[in-house]
């Protein structure tokens, strides 16, 4: 998951990057972080938690730079430590230089172990520092071309951006796995983001997105510089549209919000039932229950609400802290609940503890029958590729059926949305990673293995 941000020839780059990483939030929760380049030196602060808390305006206007790269940190398995915030900064051979990097490397282990060998020390769990040693280690003269010996030697899902201490080189792997757009200020400079939504909140105006095995070389003076440094085998990850992109985002041209909405009525199709009212497990489920409505021609109602100061709970790494947020982010209406008969409509469906406890909540709250429905095929394999589904025995439906599912968490019935249906509703002019519900790796691993940290 995680946000990256690159920010290059703006008067105020460190809080452009803020800002971004703020209205990025929902992509990372654990740590934040932001380096800024002016020319001669690199200075980066990071620290664990919220990017308003984290940081303070006298710490971004101590940044000076018109260069910024930054991050928002979601880990899967791996450590909780502060070392693991990124940036990840170094001083190598040919200056100074800082990475942030959005994915998941599928041969971490193996380049990691590789570069053991040589002797190089780890200060970090982070798949992202094996990409600085790689770097740093590199026989070639240039940077840009220490960087595509780099890319060689990594497989898996990444979007990066590196910045020296003059100039800022973006890449997107060659699937295309996780989104990444770039944008431009009116008054001069380029940014990249992981979603658009960022464009937005800072004033930018979107250009393109950035293409699945494209490396854009920034330098002060110069339009961006495009190189196609793998040729392109788009798979983007159909979970962007499911539940990780905020809605109001173009995500490789398409809408999050109106996917989610063509998702809940091909949902109300597949598996309609007869009901009074549709709920969405708010925020991430509102566009599909909005659709599941619309498709059934019933009254949709904002019928649980949401403290927003509460994190996600399908981001969070120990299942203890799932069960109590629950409890404190989600609170029923019941005089619109109470005698009804209800469908409760969700993005996914991964350990079933969340659900389990929301089926619980609207029968304690009323409800005469209520009946799950998710947007989103059964999730039957772990991800390899940066989503949290770590191992193949914490995935509900891999033990249970819908129906088993149904009767353990309460409910009255449990209906998915298929496959099929999920890639209908996407559209058929590209071939989406569907690895969650399918099994089928394109870039490596295997349907069995367990989790990994992401970059």
Same mark, same amino acid.
């Given at each position: 998951?995680?946000?990256?941000?690159?920010? #290059?020839?703006?008067?105020? $780059?460190?809080?452009? $990057?803020?800002?971004?990483?703020?209205?990025? %939030?929902?992509?990372?929760?654990? $740590?934040?972080?932001?380096?800024?380049?002016?020319?001669?030196?690199?200075? @980066?602060?990071?620290?664990?938690?919220?990017?308003?808390?984290? #940081?303070?305006?006298?710490?971004?206007?101590?940044?000076?730079?018109?260069?910024?790269?930054?991050?928002?940190?979601?880990? &899967?398995?791996?450590?909780?430590?502060?070392?693991?915030?990124?940036?990840?900064?170094?001083? +190598?051979?040919?200056?100074?230089?800082?990475?942030?990097?959005?994915?998941?490397?599928?041969?971490?282990?193996?380049?990691?172990?590789?570069?053991?060998?040589?002797?190089?020390?780890? %200060?970090?769990?982070?798949? &992202?520092?094996?990409?600085?040693?790689?770097?740093?280690?590199?026989?070639?003269?240039?940077?840009?071309?220490?960087?595509?010996?780099?890319?060689?030697?990594?497989?898996?899902?990444?979007?990066?951006?590196?910045?020296?201490?003059?100039?800022?080189?973006?890449?997107?792997?060659?699937?295309?796995?996780?989104?990444? !757009?770039?944008?431009?200020?009116?008054?001069?400079?380029?940014?990249?983001?992981?979603?658009?939504?960022?464009?937005?909140?800072?004033?930018?105006?979107?250009?393109?997105?950035?293409?699945?095995?494209?490396?854009?070389?920034?330098?002060?003076?110069?339009?961006?510089?495009?190189?196609?440094?793998?040729?392109?085998?788009?798979?983007?990850?159909?979970?962007?549209?499911?539940?990780?992109?905020?809605?109001?985002?173009?995500?490789?041209?398409?809408?999050?919000?109106?996917?989610?909405?063509?998702?809940?009525?091909?949902?109300?199709?597949?598996?309609?039932?007869?009901?009074?009212?549709?709920?969405?497990?708010?925020?991430?489920?509102?566009?599909? $229950?909005?659709?599941?409505?619309?498709? @059934?021609?019933?009254?949709?109602?904002?019928?649980?609400?949401?403290?927003?100061?509460?994190?996600?709970?399908?981001?969070?790494?120990?299942?203890?802290?799932?069960?109590?947020?629950?409890?404190?982010?989600? !609170?029923?209406?019941?005089?619109?609940?109470?005698?009804?008969?209800?469908?409760?409509?969700?993005?996914?469906?991964?350990?079933? &503890?969340?659900?389990?406890?929301?089926?619980?909540?609207?029968?304690?709250?009323?409800?005469?029958?209520?009946?799950?429905?998710?947007?989103?095929?059964?999730?039957? +394999?772990?991800?390899?590729?940066?989503?949290?589904?770590?191992?193949?025995?914490?995935?509900? !439906? &891999?033990?249970?059926?819908?129906?088993?599912?149904?009767?353990?968490?309460?409910?009255?019935?449990?209906?998915? @949305?298929?496959?099929?249906?999920?890639?209908?509703?996407?559209? !058929?002019?590209?071939?989406?990673?569907?690895?969650?519900?399918?099994?089928?790796? #394109?870039?490596?691993?295997?349907?069995?293995?367990?989790?990994?940290?992401?970059?």
């Amino acid at each position: 998951m995680c946000a990256i941000v690159g920010v #290059f020839g703006a008067k105020k $780059a460190s809080t452009v $990057a803020y800002y971004s990483l703020f209205s990025m %939030q929902h992509r990372g929760q654990e $740590a934040t972080g932001i380096s800024v380049a002016n020319g001669k030196k690199i200075k @980066l602060y990071k620290k664990r938690g919220m990017v308003s808390d984290v #940081f303070s305006q006298a710490t971004l206007d101590s940044m000076e730079g018109s260069c910024a790269v930054g991050h928002n940190r979601y880990s &899967t398995a791996g450590s909780e430590s502060a070392g693991d915030a990124q940036p990840v900064f170094a001083k +190598y051979k040919l200056g100074e230089i800082s990475v942030v990097h959005n994915g998941n490397l599928i041969n971490k282990h193996e380049v990691r172990n590789e570069l053991i060998d040589k002797g190089a020390i780890f %200060q970090t769990d982070m798949d &992202t520092e094996n990409i600085i040693h790689l770097i740093a280690k590199s026989q070639k003269d240039a940077l840009v071309d220490r960087i595509k010996d780099m890319l060689t030697k990594i497989e898996g899902a990444y979007c990066l951006a590196i910045q020296s201490r003059k100039k800022m080189f973006v890449i997107r792997d060659r699937f295309g796995i996780r989104p990444l !757009s770039l944008g431009k200020f009116k008054d001069g400079g380029y940014i990249v983001a992981s979603e658009t939504c960022a464009f937005d909140l800072v004033g930018a105006e979107f250009i393109r997105d950035v293409k699945p095995g494209e490396m854009l070389t920034f330098e002060e003076g110069k339009e961006p510089h495009s190189e196609m440094v793998f040729e392109a085998d788009y798979h983007p990850c159909a979970f962007e549209y499911i539940y990780f992109a905020r809605p109001d985002s173009i995500i490789d041209g398409k809408n999050v919000y109106e996917m989610r909405l063509e998702m809940g009525k091909r949902l109300a199709r597949e598996t309609p039932v007869d009901i009074d009212l549709v709920l969405p497990v708010p925020d991430s489920g509102v566009a599909a $229950a909005k659709g599941y409505a619309d498709g @059934l021609g019933v009254p949709f109602e904002m019928g649980i609400v949401r403290n927003h100061y509460v994190g996600r709970t399908f981001i969070e790494p120990t299942q203890e802290i799932r069960d109590l947020k629950v409890k404190l982010k989600l !609170s029923p209406v019941k005089h619109l609940i109470a005698g009804k008969r209800v469908a409760i409509i969700d993005d996914s469906l991964v350990r079933g &503890t969340t659900s389990k406890q929301i089926v619980r909540m609207l029968k304690e709250a009323g409800a005469k029958e209520v009946h799950m429905r998710i947007a989103a095929p059964e999730i039957k +394999y772990p991800c390899r590729y940066g989503i949290d589904t770590p191992t193949k025995a914490e995935l509900i !439906s &891999t033990k249970f059926t819908p129906e088993e599912i149904a009767k353990n968490m309460g409910a009255d019935s449990l209906g998915f @949305l298929s496959i099929e249906g999920l890639k209908e509703s996407l559209g !058929s002019d590209r071939e989406y990673s569907l690895v969650s519900f399918d099994g089928k790796y #394109f870039a490596g691993g295997n349907a069995d293995s367990s989790g990994c940290s992401v970059g």
